[in-house]
């Protein structure tokens, strides 16, 4: 069973709006972990941000926010005031707790982005 | 530079030559990990390494062997590459392990088996 859905394989944008990325996953562990990152064209990984199960509030990181809705497992990434430098593909990733142990990160298929001047 | 260091970053191989390709990082981390990445899948993990001698199998390990000698190293090895190895490969680092910190990835390795 897929435990991260990405259901968005492309988004876009225009410069300097909002996009809400969306993602949700299936775990039955309490402690976990949920993360997105970035790979550019160039293909690098980029760390965007962490969201830890037990955590209360939304994570920020500058532009980049997530709406982490326990419920509903889900932990979209917002970008607000989208720049040309945000195209690219974005993962959702997840680290399971006691089942999972520290030892791997499980990522969805991506959503590309692309920011339109 | 803390950095995360892949070699070869691309390389076209042929069915059945043994090839390795090497990480290592910089960073005195503790835990390595290797991932491939394809159209549609995202990353899935290979292998990982919680410390020096210590290695497990992660989703996709067929095909694929590792190992750990020292603690700055950690080479991904295809005995006989096929066809269905063809994919984007990524090595990562992390202090502990996979926890609430970043895991430094390196700029990855484009393979093609024919």
């Known amino acids: 069973a897929q435990k991260i859905t990405q259901t968005q394989p492309g988004m876009f944008v225009q410069e300097k709006e909002a996009v809400t990325l969306d993602c949700t996953y299936d775990t039955s562990d309490q402690s976990y972990g949920l993360f997105w990152y970035k790979q550019p064209s160039s293909g690098e990984m980029i760390f965007l941000i962490y969201?830890?199960?037990?955590?209360?509030q939304n994570a920020t990181e500058g532009r980049y926010s997530l709406n982490f809705q326990k419920a509903r497992k889900s932990a979209n990434l917002v970008i607000s005031a989208s720049q040309l430098g945000d195209s690219a593909m974005y993962f959702c990733?997840?680290?399971?707790?006691?089942?999972?142990?520290?030892?791997?990160?499980?990522f969805g298929a991506g959503t590309r982005l692309a920011v339109h001047p | 530079e803390a950095q995360v260091t892949q070699n070869p970053r691309y390389l076209i191989t042929v069915t059945g030559k043994k090839l390795t390709v090497t990480c290592s990082q910089n960073m005195n981390h503790e835990y390595m990990s290797w991932y491939r990445q394809d159209p549609g899948l995202g990353l899935r993990q290979i292998y990982y390494?919680?410390?020096?001698?210590?290695?497990d199998k992660g989703d996709v390990p067929e095909g694929y062997k590792v190992s750990r000698k020292e603690k700055r190293n950690f080479p991904l090895i295809l005995e006989s590459p096929s066809p269905n190895q063809t994919s984007l490969y990524f090595c990562?680092?992390?202090?502990?392990?996979?926890?609430?910190?970043?895991?430094?990835f390196g700029e990855g390795s484009r393979l093609t088996v024919l």
């Open positions: 390494s919680m410390n020096v001698e210590v290695t």
């Open positions: 990733a997840m680290r399971e707790g006691f089942t999972g142990g520290y030892n791997k990160l499980i």
């Open positions: 990562a680092s992390s202090l502990t392990g996979v926890d609430t910190g970043e895991l430094f």
């Open positions: 969201q830890g199960s037990y955590d209360e």
